[in-house]
């Protein structure tokens, strides 16, 4: 089956740095690779996503690239802000599957 | 996106009772799943509750202690069965497929149980 890894654990930055989240994964197959940002105490919310067929996705502050040969994909923060501070968690669908495959997750703070 | 809502949000129950937890989604989706997650971990998939069939569990899950109903498009129950401490996690529900199988996943806000 697919494995996804992520790193760092944790990733510390004062605000206005940017951050930068990876991830890799093992199914070569694999063809969407969600991300998801858990606030405290609250529900997985889908912040981006990025289909095999596209290298990279951008949504105002945050994008995300995807090297399909080396099979790891990055979700990158820009001008980072107190609020950004969460659990960013990465997945990954197999090929033909609906049901992705997460990684342990990124605990970002931000620093003021 | 789907909007997803669970009952309860919280409870705090006894070693060796059960809790059935409830998820209705606002429109008629493909898939619903359901997820343990522990805290400060990652989302572990229970299974696949399946519309008129039997639920499709994951290693490590089993029916008898995770039974799972899903009678319709829009709702599904996962009972938490002869619970111990070691099941004191948060439950998620999650949907994808309005209108036909697709990748995006939605989750619902979680029950969080704590078992005594």
């Known amino acids: 089956g697919e494995n996804v890894e992520q790193h760092p654990s944790t990733l510390s930055v004062q605000e206005g740095d940017s951050a930068v989240i990876k991830c890799t994964y093992s199914?070569?197959?694999?063809?969407?690779f969600p991300w998801y940002k858990q606030e405290l105490g609250k529900r997985p919310q889908l912040i981006i996503d990025?289909?095999?067929?596209?290298g990279e996705k951008k949504d105002q502050r945050i994008a995300v690239t995807l090297n399909k040969t080396a099979k790891h994909f990055s979700l990158h923060i820009t001008e980072t802000q107190p609020e950004d501070s969460a659990v960013y968690f990465c997945?990954?669908?197999?090929?033909?599957?609906?049901?992705?495959?997460f990684g342990r997750g990124t605990s970002l703070i931000v620093h003021p | 996106s789907a909007v997803i809502s669970q009952k309860p949000s919280r409870d705090i129950c006894q070693r060796g009772t059960s809790l059935t937890i409830q998820c209705q989604v606002d429109s008629q989706v493909t898939m619903m799943f359901w997820y343990r997650q522990q805290p400060g971990q990652s989302l572990t998939l229970i299974a696949t509750a399946n519309q008129g069939s039997e639920a499709t569990y994951e290693s490590g899950f089993v029916i008898d202690k995770f039974p799972i109903s899903r009678p319709n498009l829009t709702f599904s129950t996962l009972t938490v069965s002869n619970m111990s401490p070691e099941d004191s996690s948060i439950y998620l529900c999650?949907?994808?497929?309005?209108?036909?199988?697709?990748?995006?996943?939605?989750f619902g806000p979680g029950t969080r149980l704590t078992v005594l």
């Open positions: 999650s949907a994808n497929g309005q209108g036909g199988p697709r990748d995006e996943q939605f």
């Open positions: 990025i289909r095999s067929n596209v």
């Open positions: 199914d070569s197959a694999s063809n969407y």
């Open positions: 997945a990954a669908n197999p090929g033909g599957s609906y049901i992705p495959t």
